[in-house]
């Protein structure tokens, strides 16, 4: 059984820094791409960050861009997102996800975790 398990979220300042991890377990994840997705209230959910097996091109969405860095180990299956210079329209509940790269692939979800700003 596929499992994504978030953690790392919590109420954090305005410009104040947090760190996601996201541990996948139940198969193998060779040649995955993995990364974030968050769902502000009201939203529809938006891509945040991935990145492919190799580690290489991460690709960021322009609203976090020079502000969050997405990395993995691969031993640990593991992915995570260091968020810093935090602000208010950060607050979302943060989803990690697991996608092979063959076209057409479903991807994994975890089950969230909540990421709050205060201003």
């Known amino acids: 059984q596929v499992q994504l398990v978030e953690s790392g979220g919590g109420l954090v300042q305005a410009g104040g820094s947090l760190s996601l991890s996201c541990a996948a377990s139940g198969r193998t994840f060779f040649g995955y791409d993995m990364g974030w997705y968050r769902q502000a209230p009201g939203k529809e959910r938006e891509f945040v960050a991935r990145?492919?097996?190799?580690?290489?091109?991460?690709y960021y969405a322009d609203s976090v861009k020079g502000r969050f860095t997405i990395s993995r180990d691969n031993a640990k299956s593991t992915v995570s997102l260091q968020m810093n210079s935090l602000k208010p329209e950060d607050t979302a509940i943060y989803y990690c996800?697991?996608?092979?790269?063959?076209?057409?692939?479903?991807?994994?979800w975890g089950q969230g975790t909540q990421v709050t700003v205060s201003s």
């Open positions: 990145i492919t097996w190799s580690g290489g091109s991460p």
């Open positions: 996800y697991a996608r092979s790269s063959v076209p057409g692939a479903y991807p994994y």
